[in-house]
């Protein structure tokens, strides 16, 4: 199957020509990842539980393109049923493109869609977004990266930027200070309120059932937010997901009387151990923090800011802006810079990230296109 285009079966296996592109794309790339093959087959296979109650249309031109679309009636943007298009590789190829999702609009509209949204690879808990800029520097674990010319690609397929994103990066020695002067006198009355307690990974799995109970309250108002079942939570967000972030670092917020007001995930950036021209590169699911943190270079920890969750109650109350703090000032000693991820760039979390000394910013964008 070199050329295929079809609504996926999950009894088939992924055509290699889908399997080789990004190997070719990407094989004179040092910062490029990888991809992980086996974990692919999987993610398109019957073991996904996504399949249950979700359709997928897959299409690749050998050499030259790949995408895939996802739909399933939870998938609501705007009020309207939405198609989303993700696992997007491409030479800058515009022909190769134009087929390949006038064939996927096609396939969307009979789904009953009008829009399709992306690059999403199934949902939001998974990758999405394009980066626009800083090429000069390479990915975090869990960073979009692409060629420089996706942007024209798409929008040359007419599709426009729903949002745009970015991420921040700090000195640790330079914001430490800055939030030093604003958090410490004010640290007493936040601690009236709530408990700050070390978020570990034994935490996180003995209370998984809560977490994911939380998470999806939390996260819900999020755009193009898909609510997952609990076994694909717990498949993404399981053992390997909880031994990677810092436990010295990620923060476990509760108020006095013992209710989980939110938290804030803290990871070291592992992809100098990860990626693939390293010679003793690990397996992004074989990473565990306590044995492989120390293998990280002095003067190349970040710590990356990643996951963040405030119960709505608690809102009001700065908790977002606290433990933010609260994590940087924890992060001495221990990181280099410290990195605020991905951020929407209406997010209010910009404007804390914006007042540290920033020594640089990556952009990104979520785009969308009428079917």
Known sequence: MANYMAEWNTQQA???????????????????LGEDEASLRAQFSAQNTWFADGKAWLGVIENQARVVGFV?????????????????????NLAANQQLFAELSAWAKTQ???????????????????????????????EPWNPPYYKQLLESLGYQERYSYLSTFSPLEEIYEFVANIYLPIKGFVEQKFVFESMTPEFWLSNLETMYGFVNNVFREN???????????????????????????????KTHEGDIAGFFLVYPDYSSLVNPKNPQAIKLNDIRYNEHYPLIAEGQRIAL???????????????????????????????????????????????????????RLHHYALYQGTL
């Open 305 to 359: 800011a990643k996951t963040v969750g405030v119960a709505k109650p608690y809102r009001a109350f700065n908790l977002f802006t606290s433990m933010s703090c609260e994590l940087t000032m924890r992060s001495k000693g221990i990181y280099d810079m410290m990195c605020a991820p991905l951020m929407r760039s209406d997010n209010p979390s910009v404007s804390f990230a914006a007042k540290y000394g920033k020594s």
């Open 223 to 253: 755009f193009a937010y898909t609510p997952i079942d609990y076994n694909t939570f717990e498949r993404l967000c399981g053992e390997s997901f909880a031994h990677k972030f810092c436990p010295k670092t990620s923060i476990l917020a």
């Open 112 to 142: 009953g869609c009008t829009r399709l949204y992306g690059p999403i690879n199934f949902s939001t808990f998974s990758a999405n977004r394009i980066r626009v800029d800083a090429f000069e520097y390479g990915a975090f674990v869990g």
């Open 14 to 32: 992924l055509p290699e020509s889908f399997l080789a592109l990004a190997q070719q794309i990407y094989q004179n790339d040092p910062h490029w």
């Open 72 to 92: 399933n009636d939870k998938q609501v943007v705007d009020g309207e049923k939405a198609a989303f298009f993700g696992f997007w590789e491409s030479t800058d």
